[in-house]
């Protein structure tokens, strides 16, 4: 009588042996929870959002911007040098980010963004004064907006040209599919895009239409 | 009423055989579907023990001994695997948030 048991004793023996298999699982470092985009796939908020569960989410998800810059230390230790941004508008964040890229790491930035900016005109004055960043501007608002550090993919949720964004996805070293399939929407909307070369080629109506409080 | 062994058996043998069958499909869809690849690993792990007690099944059938403790492990190895299976369901719930998010605007990849 190898197992003979009470009801709740042979409960907890099945419950325990489920228990150290996990434990082994976790020893032979083979992920319980897989997850379906890449290594590891984060909820992330944004600062700058007046959403209303905002102090809930303070509690326990990072900032986008956070999580941006983690990603890019780590990947400018790996030998990145490039960063392509799918944008609607250059907001705070994005400028920050951008700042960061070209004048901390020196890598070069891509981003592609809908006419008007609500970016100061300095500062994208000074944007495109650096050789490193190449900027287009669609003609069409791009709907999902993306930043793609290497293999790193930060998604924002669906927002309307008013409001920033609330929520966002980060997914660390996305599986080659899920990166392709960035990629070359990246691509498609890049190549398409308007080249900015100079600051001569920005005017009102396409560029910058930035009022401060707004 | 105390069932006999032999009914005992009867139930571990089909329900070896339906939990089997059942995990094998759940693993089938969590390869093919990006959606289930959450849970695949506690699906292996259920697919495994739903074999290994469909195996004592056999093994009780084949020698034919009224040995209680075979029967005892093929129930333990259908529970033990059923709570993977929970576990499994589990592991997707706790993703269907972000799997949800990402859906919304990137269905091609799924």
Redesign the interface.
Known sequence: MVFSTSGIGSLVIDVGIVIVILVVLKMLKIPIVVDPFGEKSVHLRNEQSKDKDRIFNKFWLKTGRGWKKEIIDKEVKKGLQEIKIVAGEIYEGTRETIRYCLEEKRMKVFIVAEQGLKCPTEDLKEFIANPNFKLRISDKRPEHHKTIIGQNILLEEYHTRHDPYKKALGIENAYADVLEYHNDIFNSIFRDAQEIKSDLDLDEKTVCIFKPGK | MIPETSEIMLIGIIGSIIATTLSLTILNISMTH??F??????VL?ATLLFSFSWITSLVYIITGTAV??IL??TI?LL??GA??IL?SIF?YL??I???L??M???K??L
């Not at chain 2, 690849?37 to 506690?42: L, V």
């Open positions: 990006r959606l690849r959450t849970g695949i690993t506690p792990m209680s403790w005892e492990l333990h529970f033990i709570i993977f576990l592991t706790i993703k948030d972000e799997i998010f990402y919304r605007g990137n091609r990849t």
